[in-house]
C-alpha cells in the first residue's frame, strides 16, 4: 500500500453566498509518480446553483488544472515541475470561482483506480438520490 493525498476541486459561483458544487478530485502518489485528476462538470445543476455563472470561464479553468495535473509545455512553468509541486500548486488555497478543498489522504494499491473511487464518491450524483433536499 501506498500513502496518497488528495483534494477536491469545487466551483464556488458567488464566495459570499458559500455555496459550491464539488466537480473534480486531483490525486497525488509520491511512491508510485503520480499526479492525475478526473473532472464531472454537471452544468445542470451549477446553472440552478447560479444561473449567471460563466460555465466558459469554469470549463477553462478546469482545462488548466488537467493541463498541469499532465505537465507539459500546455501548463506552462508549472508544468515543469516535479507531480508533488504541481500537486502544491494545484491544492494551495485560492479566492478564484474554481477552489481546491482541504488535502486529505489515505492508502492505495492503485492511485489511479483510487481517483475513480473518490470521484464517484465525492463528485458524481448517484442516479435517484435527493440533490439539495
Not at 477536491?8 to 490525486?27: D, F, I, T, W
Request: aromatic fraction near 4%; proline fraction near 8%; hydrophobic fraction near 40%.
Amino acid at each position: 500500500m501506498n500513502a496518497f493525498e488528495y483534494a477536491v476541486l469545487r466551483v464556488v459561483p458567488r464566495p459570499e453566498r458559500g455555496e459550491a458544487m464539488n466537480v473534480g478530485v486531483v490525486l497525488h502518489c509520491r511512491a508510485a509518480d503520480f499526479l492525475g485528476c478526473r473532472i464531472h462538470l454537471d452544468e445542470r445543476r451549477l446553472h440552478a446553483l447560479d444561473p449567471a455563472l460563466d460555465l466558459q470561464g469554469v470549463r477553462a479553468a478546469l482545462h488548466a488544472v488537467r493541463c498541469v495535473c499532465h505537465g507539459g509545455r500546455e501548463a506552462g512553468p508549472a508544468g515543469k515541475q516535479s507531480p508533488g509541486s504541481r500537486f502544491r500548486w494545484l491544492t494551495a488555497p485560492r479566492s478564484t470561482v474554481v477552489q481546491p478543498g482541504p488535502v486529505h489522504a489515505g492508502l492505495t494499491d492503485d492511485p489511479e483506480a483510487e481517483l475513480d473511487r473518490l470521484l464517484d464518491l465525492l463528485v458524481r450524483v448517484a442516479p435517484g438520490t435527493a440533490q439539495g433536499a
